[in-house]
């Protein structure tokens, strides 16, 4: 028996409400991090830190004051432990009230988030069977080939029309469906590719235990090839435009991918797609652009296909996808996701600004208006401007002088954004930029959570100011336990996470466990599932119930910033002065 399964036995003994009590990182610390818990209900007095057998006191402290947490009807208080710093295993207890699940406090103490939601993706591929040496009990077979895809009526061109059969293998299913759709692997895989550009050396050095880890790629870029060679198939190869998705005509039951047969199809052209496609290719081009040996012409691959979506968008400016309007037209209708951007203007400053990072042609810089108000939105899938800002600021003196002069008002905007977010985060009942708002709990709340704290992480690369980076390990904090609902929202890892989420292979598999390393979407008031909630609280409304598509879906979306958070704060932990010995 594991020394971790033990303590877990023991604890398993103590009274419930000690498991529901006590809000905090489920994982873990840094040694010289701050180290916070929120308990709710909790009487003044003292709490102390033990050994995880509860024999050794090694920390003792006061409560702090009664707070108001009005979003979620709650009295809070804090317990701060940030002054000590040893390393082990521990347990926070409160006399007579309760006590924790065991963590960590050690460097490294988020690599294996990092890791696990990374490999998330891994359990998302399509195409091709997990195998039990990578995927242990979670193996299954092959789903959805995609070598026979037909083109949707919707979709048909001179060159392809209806019907013909084009093959377009791999990539990641999006979320607890089984459809493919770019708009979303955009956002997902500039994420992605912006960990890898942001900390290269950290990204090198990842070992996910996939089937291409042995091979002379990272693994980051391994499991990015993976939905990277799909998107490719994606686009037009006669005109240069981009399908919008590839999808069933209406959702699967709740099976197994190779239990999931219907005729797949690849549906209109979009210029959302398009510019999402180009910016993204461009992005690949340059990273793989040093791994020309491994992967021979990629780079050049990625980048005429990029230039090639992007002078089809400037063709086809606003070629919205509307999917009611479509059905009206073309059958079969399609009643999967439909990524339904209603503006485009942000797409065309995300693929002008990545094209021009990739190729320094001016061009590309002065063909949008970069700036064209004082907004730094946080990135979804819908606005994804910032992520511009974002590769911008990250290319400093490599910036052609054209770019150079802006950079100074750029890294003004991004740091006024910054200093937005922090506000009041300090004297909020949990201490976290997220949750100061109704408005932060919405559909996919936990990634904007994890968006919240990349602005940060760039905020923090831009001034070295270690505020910014200590609020967005906090956003971290948030997501794995020091949050209202005490839930860590990361299937697999803490000691009180999603068990039932909305995602067909975990419901289907007949496992009581469900995937691990998937972000569940959080706490959304809009309830739009109609499912059942313990409360309409906007940061309590959160259902583990695989009924719950509007608070218990996964998505590849809402992964990739929570790999981006914790990989950063894993790369900058000494640097940032989480770890002892820090500058």
């Not at 406090?105 to 998302?124: M, S, T």
């Not at 002379?216 to 006669?238: F, G, T, V, Y």
């Not at 990524?339 to 094209?355: K, N, Q, S």
Request: aromatic letters at 10%; one cysteine or more; charged letters at 15%.
């Amino acid at each position: 028996m594991s020394t971790y399964f033990k303590y877990f036995s023991l604890l398993l003994a103590l009274p419930l409400h000690a498991q529901t009590v006590i809000h905090l990182d489920q994982v873990g610390f840094y040694p010289t991090a701050p180290k916070v818990a929120v308990l709710v209900g909790a009487p003044a007095g003292r709490f102390e830190l033990k050994t995880a057998d509860l024999t050794k006191t090694v920390f003792t402290g006061e409560l702090g004051p009664t707070q108001t947490y009005a979003l979620a009807a709650q009295q809070t208080r804090v317990a701060d432990f940030s002054a000590f710093q040893g390393t082990g295993t521990f347990v926070l207890t409160v006399p007579g009230q309760g006590q924790s699940a065991p963590f960590r406090i050690q460097p490294n103490v988020h690599e294996g988030v990092a890791k696990a939601a990374l490999r998330g993706y891994y359990y998302q591929r399509a195409s091709t069977a997990l195998l039990p040496a990578q995927a242990g009990p979670w193996a299954r077979p092959a789903g959805h080939p995609d070598t026979q895809v037909l083109v949707h009526p919707s979709a048909a061109s001179p060159a392809r029309p209806a019907g013909t059969v084009i093959s377009a293998p791999r990539g990641w299913y999006d979320a607890g469906d089984y459809n493919k759709y770019v708009v979303n692997s955009g956002i997902t895989m500039g994420t992605l590719f912006a960990l890898y550009e942001d900390f290269p050396a950290y990204s090198d050095q990842l070992q996910l235990h996939i089937p291409e880890s042995q091979n002379r790629l990272p693994d980051l870029l391994d499991e990015a090839l993976w939905n990277l060679r799909w998107l490719l198939a994606m686009q037009d190869p006669h005109d240069g435009g981009v399908y919008h998705k590839l999808t069933n005509a209406s959702f699967a039951g709740m099976v197994m991918p190779a239990a999931a047969q219907a005729p797949r199809y690849v549906v209109q052209k979009s210029t959302a797609a398009t510019l999402d496609f180009a910016a993204v290719t461009a992005q690949a081009s340059r990273i793989f652009r040093k791994f020309d040996k491994q992967t021979p012409g990629l780079a050049d691959s990625c980048l005429r296909a990029s230039q090639a979506a992007w002078t089809w968008a400037q063709a086809h400016p606003a070629v919205l996808y509307d999917q009611d309007a479509m059905n009206k037209t073309f059958q079969p209708a399609i009643a999967t996701g439909s990524y339904g951007d209603r503006t485009v203007a942000d797409e065309f400053i995300w693929a002008a600004a990545e094209l021009y990072a990739t190729t320094k042609a001016d061009s590309y810089y002065t063909a949008v208006n970069l700036y064209p108000d004082a907004q730094t939105p946080l990135p979804d899938w819908g606005s994804v401007r910032t992520l511009a800002y974002y590769t911008l600021a990250r290319l400093g003196n490599q910036a052609t002088p054209l770019a150079q002069k802006d950079l100074p008002a750029l890294r003004t905007r991004l740091l006024a954004a910054a200093d937005q977010l922090l506000k009041g985060a300090a004297a909020s009942p949990y201490q976290t930029v997220m949750g100061q708002a109704a408005s932060d709990f919405q559909w996919g709340s936990n990634a904007r959570a994890a968006n919240q704290g990349i602005a940060l992480v760039q905020a923090y690369r831009l001034s070295g100011n270690r505020r910014y980076l200590l609020a967005a390990l906090g956003n971290l904090d948030y997501l794995l336990g020091r949050n209202a609902t005490g839930y860590c929202f990361v299937t697999g890892l803490g000691s009180h996470s999603p068990q039932h989420p909305h995602h067909r292979p975990s419901e289907a598999d007949g496992l009581a466990a469900p995937v691990p390393g998937l972000l569940a979407g959080g706490p959304n008031p809009g309830q739009q599932d109609h499912c059942t909630y313990a409360s309409s609280l906007p940061p309590l409304s959160y259902s583990d119930s695989v009924c719950s598509y509007a608070s218990n879906e996964i998505a590849i979306n809402w992964n990739a910033p929570l790999v981006y958070l914790a990989g950063a704060l894993e790369a900058l932990q000494t640097k940032g002065g989480l770890v002892k010995g820090a500058k």
